[in-house]
């Protein structure tokens, strides 16, 4: 683990060079970045995550300069990019057939999902590597996302098989759930993930913007039903909790007494504060002993609609 500065950027550089993988830390969630160019380092994402291979990844660049490269911007997403660039919006476009990147980023998809970290740590390792960097969040497949270092540390504890060579350490995620998924490559845009850019900012500036359902599963694996899970079973829109539950509140009503932890996502319901929270809160309540972690209810509107989101795939049974 290492503090930002120009030798970890450098030696983040070089651990990206040889194929290797950096954990950065973005906006969002922590990253496990790898040279979007470089087979080895793509199939490394696959197997320090456990990913099943058919889930694409999001690469990071600099700019709409640097994603032009890379994939075919319209019009419609060349707004998209001048409203939110950099910031927690990714696009699918089409890919360019000369794109220098390994097959391996679009899991055989002919799109590619491209994003511009606000992170000033991504964007200085972005610019040292001179690469566009490929990254899941780094977390096992299926697992909560990691917000802080030591959580990217905890999800790999032998460094996913010696894969992970450094963890540049930059403090807690502000925003704290991942960035909102929008697919440009049909005659609709298609919200593929709810996130802090919501429908709502996107269709102000897009006109009607269609939500992805099951069916459209398919176009992004991170739809599957169980995700962002912890271990122990989640139950939502609690109005009451058990001696042996852990409880995850949010909003001043502390109406909900007993549990055996009790934390509370924003005690002044703050949605911005309640997300930055939801990931951290999840991994410190799920303790073993505890028969299961109940969620008091949030409202769906703005950021609750990414948050309740996660939380649904939290909660739903696991494969
Ligand atoms: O905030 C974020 O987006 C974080 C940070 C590190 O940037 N990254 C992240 O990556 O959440 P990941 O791999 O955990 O989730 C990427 C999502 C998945 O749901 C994946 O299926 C979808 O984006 N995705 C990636 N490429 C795609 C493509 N070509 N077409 C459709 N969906 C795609
Ligand atoms: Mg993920």
């Known amino acids: 683990m290492l503090p930002p500065g120009p030798a970890a950027y450098a030696e983040a550089s070089d651990v990206l060079a040889a194929g290797h993988l950096v954990a950065l830390p973005t906006e969002t969630v922590y990253g496990l970045g790898g040279d979007a160019g470089n087979d080895a380092a793509m199939a490394a994402i696959f197997a320090a995550k456990g990913r099943p291979s058919f889930n694409p990844l999001?690469?990071?660049?600099?700019?709409?300069?640097?994603?032009?490269?890379?994939?075919?911007?319209?019009?419609?997403?060349?707004?998209?990019?001048?409203?939110?660039?950099?910031?927690?919006?990714?696009?699918?476009?089409?890919?360019?057939?000369d794109a220098p990147l390994s097959l391996l980023v679009s899991a055989g998809l002919d799109t590619v999902a491209v994003r511009s970290p606000a992170h000033p740590i991504a964007r200085a390792l972005i610019q040292a590597s001179g690469r566009p960097i490929a990254a899941p969040s780094a977390n096992r497949s299926g697992n909560v996302s990691p917000t802080t270092p030591m959580h990217v540390a905890?999800?790999?504890?032998?460094?996913?098989?010696?894969?992970?060579?450094?963890?540049?350490?930059?403090?807690?995620?502000?925003?704290?759930?991942?960035?909102?998924?929008?697919?440009?490559?049909?005659?609709?845009?298609?919200?593929?993930?709810?996130?802090?850019?919501?429908?709502?900012?996107?269709?102000?500036?897009?006109?009607?913007?269609?939500?992805?359902?099951?069916?459209?599963?398919v176009k992004?694996?991170?739809?599957?039903?169980?995700?962002?899970?912890?271990?122990?079973?989640?139950?939502?829109?609690?109005?009451?909790?058990a001696a042996d539950e852990a409880l995850l509140g949010f909003g001043p009503d502390q109406f909900l007494r007993?549990?055996?932890?009790?934390?509370?996502?924003?005690?002044?319901?703050?949605?911005?504060?309640?997300?930055?929270?939801?990931f951290?809160?999840?991994?410190?309540?799920?303790?073993?002993?505890?028969?299961?972690?109940a969620v008091m209810p949030v409202p769906d509107r703005g950021l609750g609609a990414a948050i309740n989101d996660r939380l649904r795939r939290a909660a739903a049974p696991r494969a």
């Not at 060349?78 to 890919?95: D, F, H, K, N, Q």
């Not at 930059?170 to 991942?178: D, M, Y």
């Not at 007993?258 to 939801?278: K, P, Q």
């Not at 951290?280 to 972690?293: C, F, N, V, Y």
């Open 58 to 97: 999001i690469v990071h660049v600099a700019d709409a300069g640097a994603a032009e490269a890379l994939v075919h911007i319209d019009e419609r997403a060349s707004r998209a990019m001048e409203m939110w660039w950099p910031g927690p919006l990714t696009l699918v476009l089409p890919r360019r057939a």
């Open 154 to 217: 905890d999800e790999f504890p032998d460094g996913g098989g010696a894969r992970l060579k450094l963890i540049l350490a930059g403090g807690r995620c502000a925003i704290g759930v991942e960035s909102t998924v929008l697919d440009l490559t049909g005659e609709r845009p298609l919200l593929l993930r709810p996130g802090s850019v919501t429908r709502e900012e996107l269709e102000s500036i897009l006109g009607p913007v269609d939500v992805a359902t099951a069916a459209d599963g």
């Open 220 to 241: 992004a694996p991170g739809m599957m039903t169980s995700h962002y899970a912890p271990g122990l079973p989640v139950r939502l829109e609690a109005t009451s909790v």
């Open 258 to 278: 007993g549990g055996a932890i009790r934390m509370n996502l924003s005690n002044n319901g703050d949605l911005t504060e309640a997300a930055a929270n939801l």
């Open 280 to 293: 951290a809160m999840l991994r410190s309540l799920d303790r073993p002993g505890l028969s299961g972690i």
